[in-house]
């Protein structure tokens, strides 16, 4: 595939920075191709951000929220719409005992804004 064979060629060796936009479409992909049924790519979207030892990136999803230091907030700037849907519906789903900790039971922040950075789609 591209990203194996193209963009990252050695990423099967040795451990491997990779773009925020590649590592971003590389989950849109594998949603998009799960399109009729989105759990089917749970497996391989945890792989891609948590398993995968040689995939080295720095997207995150937990931020802490600048205004208020105590605060975290789920932060998809980084995101593309496909992906952004994708780990919500993962979060409630998979891990929503994280978030109950993680926001104290309190309401869930979430931060959707585009920035320079990311793509201009919009929720």
């Not at 925020?20 to 799960?34: G, H, Q, R, S, T």
């Not at 040689?54 to 995150?60: D, E, G, Q, V």
């Amino acid at each position: 595939d591209i990203f194996h064979n193209e963009l990252y060629p050695d990423i099967k060796f040795k451990p491997t920075s990779i773009l925020l936009k590649d590592i971003d479409n590389l989950i849109e992909v594998y949603v998009l191709l799960n399109k009729k049924s989105w759990i089917k790519a749970v497996k391989d979207v945890e792989r891609i951000l948590f398993y995968e030892p040689n995939y080295i990136h720095s997207l995150s999803y937990w931020q802490q929220d600048i205004l208020n230091r105590k605060q975290i907030l789920l932060d998809f700037s980084y995101f593309s719409t496909i992906s952004t849907c994708f780990m919500l519906r993962y979060l409630m789903t998979f891990q929503r005992q994280e978030l109950k900790k993680r926001f104290k039971n309190g309401p869930i922040k979430i931060l959707c804004g585009k920035s320079q950075f990311s793509r201009k789609e919009r929720l």
